[in-house]
């Protein structure tokens, strides 16, 4: 699945909530489109019932991953970058009392998700995260379908997935060989190119802005796992939370903000072992929040929204001369690198299994620490290439359809493969690889399409059937 329309390095790294991008964010999305459609065409006043159908991968875990849970806030017309947690379960908790929704008109109308939801056996040929969303109204039966593609992206058709939002950038870069080409064609730096081609859609108040948002993000979500007082992840597994306990053996101070943490932590020095435990916990940190269905910043995926936030605290804490700008350098490097996974393979587990989400994070991640580190655009583009080569084939075999286990230590996993891969390129001369970056993408997606099914978020393979789990 191709996408050669221009993208915002923001589309690829945006504030989200977990569990899932593809499994809950899409729906959410999908959701508030079709509650959009009803009102363009008149029909909230008539309006009696919803149901919503889910097929492929949607169907089979949609559970697990709060799909049901996302589609009522989506259909109480609740968006998820502003609601608190506390507000969406007051809607679930009212919802499953009345099974009724009400408008922000005022008006209300039945959905019981127990009836309401249907869980397909089937899947639409275009892409397994598919859904339809059908309303009953006194005039007729409206229905859209619609396609989570991973990351948070949702379309309606193959068209409309290439056609939306056609900006034309100056310096358009499909593949690692364009911004190549460009970078040495202009005689600037991967970061300048990628502000380049930002500026058509923000300037550079506006991005600098954006990116430091997300950073702040990334900060609250990691200071927030590491200091919950939630014991227990919910979904039935009983996973327990580990972040708190490593926060405990790795400091004695209790910090009250997040700045008050990474201050701490910049003004100390630690050991090898030391930082790289850091790491890790950085990484579980956020994932455990994201099992948490916490607000966390969607790195391409929530999946993997752990990787690149533990990359970034990382540099930020315990290398020497780096500065929030060189946060702001990360997420244009990284959110640039997701962006020619998403046009020249794929972002969506569904569709690739875990090497589109951990390895394309891990990739995204290598690339943007090796441009601080004073990288060349050909060695940011070598370590990105290095840290997906070491995914290839990574399946997506959730236990009990849930983003805990193998989910949450991946992020760690994918963290360390990207300070690795960073580590080798940057030693490393230019034009030296025997992989190309474009290589690696179009052998990602060979892998992908060639991947068995049951190995693609559908939790009928792997790890999910060999481990036996409670009741979730």
């Known amino acids: 699945m191709s996408d050669h329309r221009s993208i915002s390095v923001f589309e690829i790294i945006k504030v989200g909530v977990g569990p899932s991008s593809s499994h809950t964010m899409g729906p959410w999305r999908a959701a508030l489109f079709f509650i959009e459609e009803l009102a363009r065409n008149d029909l909230w006043q008539s309006l009696q019932r919803i149901e919503v159908i889910l097929y492929g991968s949607l ?61 397909s056996k089937e899947t639409l040929p275009f892409h397994p995260n598919g859904m339809t969303f059908r309303a009953h109204t006194a005039t007729g039966v409206y229905e859209h379908t619609y396609y989570s593609i991973g990351g948070g992206f949702v379309v309606s058709n193959a068209s409309e997935e290439v056609g939306k939002n056609m900006v034309k950038t100056p310096f358009q870069c499909n593949s690692g060989d364009d911004a190549l080409r460009y970078c040495k064609q202009l005689n600037v730096s991967f970061a300048q190119l990628i502000r380049a081609n930002e500026h058509a859609w923000h300037n550079d108040k506006s991005i600098d802005n954006q990116a430091l948002e997300l950073w702040r993000v990334m900060k609250e979500t990691i200071y927030r796992g590491l200091l919950s007082s939630e014991e227990v992840l919910p979904g039935g597994l009983n996973v327990q939370r580990r972040a708190p306990l490593m926060l405990s053996k790795l400091i004695d101070l209790s910090p009250q903000s997040a700045n008050e943490l990474f201050d701490h932590l910049r003004g100390r020095s630690f050991d090898f072992a030391q930082i790289n435990t850091w790491v890790s916990t950085f990484a579980l940190a956020v994932n455990e929040e994201n099992a948490g269905y916490g607000k966390i910043v969607t790195s391409p995926t929530n999946g993997a929204s752990g990787v690149l936030p533990s990359i970034m605290a990382y540099a930020y804490c315990f290398l020497p001369n780096i500065s929030e700008r060189d946060m702001i350098e990360c997420i244009l490097i990284a959110g640039e690198i997701g962006t020619y996974f998403k046009k020249g393979a794929t972002i969506s587990a569904a569709l690739g299994g875990c090497q589109a989400e951990i390895g394309v994070s891990s990739a995204m991640a290598a690339g943007a620490l090796t441009s601080i580190l004073g990288g060349s655009p050909y060695q940011i583009l070598a370590a990105a290439e290095m840290a997906m080569e070491h995914h290839l084939g990574l399946t997506c075999d959730p236990i009990g359809g849930l983003v805990q286990i193998p989910c949450i230590e991946r992020n760690a996993m994918g963290a360390s493969k990207a300070i690795t891969a960073s580590n080798l ?48």
């Open 59 to 119: 169907s089979k875990t949609g559970k697990g991953h709060g799909s049901d849970q996302a589609i009522i806030a989506g259909l109480h017309y609740k968006h998820f970058r502003v609601i608190r947690r506390s507000e969406w379960i007051d809607l679930l908790r009212v919802n499953k009392a009345c099974h009724e929704i009400a408008l922000p008109n005022g008006g209300h109308y039945k959905f019981n998700p127990d009836e309401d939801i249907i869980y």
């Open 425 to 472: 390129a940057l030693n490393a001369e230019d034009n030296t690889s025997k992989v190309s970056f474009d290589e690696v993408v179009r052998t990602m997606m060979e892998i992908a399409q060639n991947m068995s099914a049951k190995y693609k978020e559908t939790s009928e393979g792997g790890l999910a059937i060999s481990v036996a789990t409670p009741e979730c």
